[in-house]
């Protein structure tokens, strides 16, 4: 299978700062991939630089085969919906359908109209009275109607509430499993990421800590608990991914391929949300090992 995203020791830096380093990564087609990571760890930068609104400052990123933004088919295959569901405040929800139209040539007008119609979006209302929920299901209406191969959302669900972003997820979702297409969605709520996605790249610190398919990554990281002792009594091809000690009792997050035989730890699986938790709360040491060994 092609892949929607490959990039190569892709780096951007801002002044002297580098907000994404070293990243490489392929996504294959077909998948709802979830970005996550703390504030400031590159999200946007990774983002931006998959639609071509940003140049790298090192190394290469294609997607779907092509440099981001570099011709209008290219633009064409590739729908992008900005943090904050960017729509124009003084246009009503006809115009900006109207707008879609015009500047894309694959618009599929039938799913717009339909998709605001069962939603309730009035033609006549004006975005900038619209709910915040209601405008993020027209920023997804006219991303979805561009009909792209690859769908890049930043934070969409960010400032909707519970319901309103059940609803979008929903959509999205209904939407996914309708046309043949590709997502990767960026968000800090990783129990929303667990609804809808199959795939995980973790960025912490401008670093892509891990990528795959969800259930291989929750199949190959495990918490082990026992009595006290040093990370370092494990065996070696137990990747250790966070540690933490009490008193009595040692909890190490580990990546391996292999069951554990040792009794004295105790194994349990991990949530998602455990397993991102781990990621960004990897010591520095640990993360500088991982990266030695990544290269
Ligand atoms: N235009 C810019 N100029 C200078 N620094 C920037 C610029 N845009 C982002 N940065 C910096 O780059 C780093 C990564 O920012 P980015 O927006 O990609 O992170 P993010 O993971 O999307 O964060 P958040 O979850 O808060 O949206 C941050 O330290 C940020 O301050």
């Known amino acids: 299978m092609t892949s929607v995203l490959q990039a190569q020791a892709l780096g ?15 996504i294959p087609a077909g998948h709802v991939v979830g970005l996550v990571g703390p504030n400031g760890a590159g999200k946007t930068t990774l983002l931006k630089l998959a639609v071509g609104q940003l140049e790298p400052t090192t ?14 088919a290219q633009l064409a295959r590739v729908g992008f919906v900005a943090q904050d ?3 124009y405040a003084a246009l009503t929800v006809a115009e900006h359908l109207r707008l879609g139209a015009r500047l894309n040539p694959r618009w599929d007008a039938a799913l717009a109209r339909e998709r605001s119609e069962r939603l309730g979006l009035a033609p006549t209302q004006r975005a ?3 709910s915040g929920g209601q405008r993020a299901q027209l920023a997804l209406i006219l991303g979805l109607a561009k ?4 769908l890049i959302m930043d934070e969409p669900v960010a400032s909707l509430d519970p319901l309103a972003r059940r609803e979008f997820l929903q959509g999205l979702t209904e939407a996914t499993a309708e046309h043949k297409l590709s997502v990767v969605l960026s968000s800090h709520l990783v129990s929303d990421l667990e609804k809808v996605c199959d795939y995980l790249i973790v960025l912490v610190d ?6 795959g398919k969800i259930d291989q990554l929750l199949a190959t990281h495990h918490r082990l ?21 009490t008193d009595r009792q040692s909890t190490i997050v580990v990546r391996t391929d292999s069951p554990n035989h040792d009794p004295t730890w105790t194994v349990t ?5 455990d397993l991102v938790l781990a990621y960004m709360d990897t010591p520095v040491e640990n993360r500088r090992a991982h990266l030695e060994a990544q290269r």
């Open 59 to 72: 190394g290469g990123i294609t997607v779907l085969g092509g440099r981001p933004g570099s011709t209008p």
């Open 206 to 211: 401008s670093r892509v800590r891990t990528a």
């Open 225 to 245: 608990t026992g009595p006290r002792r040093d990370h370092d009594r494990l065996l070696t091809d137990q990747q250790v991914i966070s540690t933490s000690h």
């Open 85 to 87: 569901t960017p729509v």
């Open 269 to 273: 699986r991990l949530s998602l949300e």
């Open 128 to 130: 900038g009275k619209l």
């Open 12 to 26: 951007k830096k801002y002044g002297k700062r580098w907000a994404l380093s070293d990243c490489t990564i392929e």
């Open 147 to 150: 009909r792209p191969e690859l």
